[in-house]
């Protein structure tokens, strides 16, 4: 191997799949995953607070699994499947969690929401039907300094039963 | 709040990395799961000029559950290892630990094998590894070798790896039969860094309520500069599970630890803190004993 100094390249491409669509761009590799999304991809949903991952306002899914997108290198979240806010509802037709926070007023200036949309639509794909409690711990990586958190644990349990409603139509049909 | 530039290495297979990491070790970090490292990069505590991330290195990302140990390879998730239930079935301190680590989206990208090479005195994997005495699988270019985790440890976020050595694995050791395990901590919100904590391993005699103490071992979180097995043998062998007295274990605590103050708390009280998370502890395990064991108490 020769000098890495001067045979490594100063940025690289990196190749995205965020809600279901693959994105090339040419980046630096200390490209943080956040700003590749808000800056490269103009992705804007998803929302940069702390950047060293106690917020939680840039929590996103990969793999379906939330992750905190500002403690994540964009060259490597390839090979994954991101998904963000924008991934999980539109305005015409908003997902369970959203729909939820709506009914709930789980949210008053909406900084920190994507970050709890996409860490509860995790939440509840695992435990479809959480008690108060469970909800309240569900969030407990999230930080808002508007509401108080209240109407969020409400709108975690709504969800799961919006979810629930939904699946029952489904069935229905 | 970026981090400052850096060459990204990404080798696909072990001796790659070791490879890499020779030539760039000295001004280079390895690069895991990230959720202590890209922190430091962010708020540029720390300026490498190059990170070798061994994220795709093949091989890394598996458990292995032996008759003596839990083999926890580079790249294992916190949440993988939580999850893991074979690895429950035979060391349960595992999984109880491992909920007490930052929030589920931390443990979905952290590494237990990290969280022990960085070495933070307020994490919970490091003081699982000492009271398991676990072993440190190291690699680098002149080859293997094996470390004990008693004394891998030099100092907050210090150990004796050197720059050009990663850890392949983490052998936790299994405890013996019966041995009952506990991991209890106390912070502000649940997933934040403790106040104080600890892995409890105690073994017991005898069934029911006529079971006592044989022996216990912790180590501790946030108390201590490096993470250290606290033998408690002495202030609690022989107590009766149904009517135990623990008040010898308080001196024994407080003579092995030496909390710092912070904003959070101050040192005496993350003392008064250890000693009754302590007692609380023995107390879980030991009332534990009395309803497994089909004791009346």
């Not at chain 1, 809600?19 to 700003?35: F, Q």
């Not at chain 1, 908003?94 to 709930?104: K, L, N, R, T």
């Not at chain 2, 004796?160 to 983490?170: C, G, P, Q, S, T």
Request: with cysteine; charged share 20%; net charge negative.
């Amino acid at each position: 191997m020769t000098d890495l100094d001067q045979t490594a390249p100063a940025t690289v491409d990196v190749t995205l799949r965020v809600n279901g669509v693959e994105h090339t761009r040419t980046v630096e590799p200390r490209r943080l995953l956040s700003d590749f999304l808000r800056h490269d991809l103009r992705l804007t949903g998803t929302h940069v607070g702390c950047e060293h991952g106690v917020c939680g306002a840039c929590t996103v899914l990969v793999d379906g699994d939330p992750m905190r997108s500002c403690l994540m290198f964009a060259v490597s979240a390839q090979e994954h499947e991101i998904t963000t806010v924008e991934g999980l509802g539109t305005q015409d037709s908003m997902g369970p969690v959203q729909q939820a926070f709506v009914e709930c007023h789980g949210l008053q200036c909406g900084f920190c929401t994507p970050g709890f949309v996409t860490t509860i639509t995790a939440f509840i794909a695992e435990n479809p039907d959480p008690t108060i409690d469970e909800a309240r711990e569900a969030v407990s990586g999230n930080l808002c300094r508007c509401t108080g958190y209240q109407n969020i644990c409400k709108a975690v349990v709504r969800a799961a039963e919006i979810t629930r409603e939904r699946a029952d139509e489904d069935g229905a049909r | 709040m970026k981090p400052a530039p850096f060459v990204h290495h990404s080798p696909r297979a072990l001796d790659e990395a070791v490879a890499v990491l020779a030539e760039v070790g000295h001004d280079g970090k390895v690069l895991a799961g990230g959720q202590s490292l890209i922190p430091v990069l962010n708020m540029r505590l720390a300026q490498p000029a190059h990170l070798v991330d061994i994220n795709r290195v093949a091989g890394l990302d598996t458990v292995t559950v032996t008759d003596t140990h839990v083999r926890v390879g580079a790249i294992v998730r916190h949440a993988q290892l939580e999850k893991h239930d074979e690895a429950y079935a035979v060391l349960p301190l595992l999984r109880q630990a491992l909920r007490n680590v930052a929030h589920p989206a931390i443990r979905n990208r952290g590494t237990t094998v990290g969280s022990i090479a960085h070495a933070d005195a307020a994490g919970e994997m490091p003081s699982v590894a000492v009271v398991t005495d676990a072993v440190i699988e190291a690699v680098g270019p002149r080859g293997r070798r094996e470390i004990a985790a008693g004394e891998f440890f030099e100092g907050p976020l210090q150990t004796v790896l050197e720059a050009d050595e990663l850890v392949e694995a983490v052998r936790f050791g299994r405890l013996a039969p019966g041995t009952r395990t506990t991991f209890v901590e106390s912070a502000r919100r649940h997933g934040d860094y403790a106040l104080a904590g600890l892995g409890l391993a105690v073994d017991v005699e005898g069934a029911g309520a006529d079971a006592v103490v044989r022996s216990a071992r912790a180590s501790y979180v946030s108390v201590t500069d490096i993470p250290v097995v606290v033998d408690l043998t002495d202030a609690v062998a022989g107590q009766p599970v149904s009517s135990p007295d623990w008040s010898a274990v308080e001196d024994l605590v407080q003579a092995a630890i030496a909390p710092e103050a912070d904003i959070h708390a101050s040192s005496d009280y993350r003392r008064a803190l250890a000693a009754e998370l302590t007692r609380r502890a023995l107390t879980s395990l030991t009332t534990e004993t009395i309803e497994s064991t089909g004791g009346a108490a």
